[in-house]
């Protein structure tokens, strides 16, 4: 079964200020990676995904993030962080054998962007 | 243009009672979830379906039944609440392709049981 760690729970930032936040999942086979944002009182965005090509994705609003195979990891990025980031972010991570079953999710990063 | 819509968006009820959340999407896709959100904003899965096969995680209480009238919609059935189910509930899809695995999520639906 695949598993997912997120590093940071509560991560608290300034504006401008550069955002890495730590995924890594530990799975036996290929993988798809997914980064979704949560933000207050809404639902699940894809911010990005990776499923195979270039190892370093980029995604909606300024992230990016990189696949790193041989540490198991999928960093996710941005240069510079505004207010309006302030959202609970999840990796997740899903086997490429097709068949029905869903993602896994890590925790969750809380990140709070101060104004 | 919803493409992953559930109802309702917010469920109150008693400890005991029989509740459903419903789920449709207009994708096309060939399989449907439903993820449970925890207080903690802890997301896992509880079943994933298509027309050839459900699979349930194995913590989920039996409680629990996913029913699904067509490939469109996959609706939750609840029996016999229990404070512990209090959770928003997500449901999402995605096509079955190999190679093109991401999900699409509703908008949640917040249940608090009393």
């Known amino acids: 079964a695949q598993s997912v760690s997120q590093h940071n729970h509560h991560v608290i930032l300034s504006e401008a200020a550069s955002l890495e936040l730590g995924c890594n999942y530990s799975y036996g086979g290929t993988v798809n990676l997914f980064w979704y944002v949560q933000y207050p009182g809404q639902h699940l965005q894809l911010l990005l995904k990776y499923f195979s090509g270039d190892p370093l994705v980029k995604g909606i609003k300024g992230f990016e993030a990189e696949f790193i195979k041989s540490k198991f990891s999928f960093n996710l990025r941005k240069p510079s962080v505004q207010w309006s980031d302030t959202a609970e972010y999840f990796c997740a991570v899903k086997s490429t054998g097709g068949g029905a079953d869903g993602l896994t999710f890590g925790k969750g990063t809380h990140l709070i962007i101060q104004p | 243009d919803t493409a992953v819509s559930q109802t309702p968006k917010y469920l109150v009820t008693q400890m005991g009672n029989d509740k459903s959340i419903k789920c449709e999407q207009n994708?096309?896709?060939?399989?449907m979830y439903w993820y449970k959100q925890d207080s903690k904003k802890f997301l896992k899965i509880m079943f994933s379906?298509?027309?050839?096969?459900?699979?349930i995680n194995e913590t989920v209480p039996n409680r629990f039944s996913p029913k699904s009238p067509d490939k469109a919609h996959l609706n939750l059935h609840i029996n016999s609440l229990e404070l512990g189910d209090s959770a928003v509930y997500f449901c999402?899809?995605?096509?079955?392709?190999?190679?093109?695995?991401?999900?699409?999520f509703g908008q949640g639906t917040r249940l608090t049981v009393v």
């Open positions: 999402a899809s995605s096509p079955l392709q190999a190679g093109y695995l991401e999900a699409f």
């Open positions: 379906y298509n027309n050839k096969e459900l699979i």
């Open positions: 994708l096309g896709h060939d399989t």
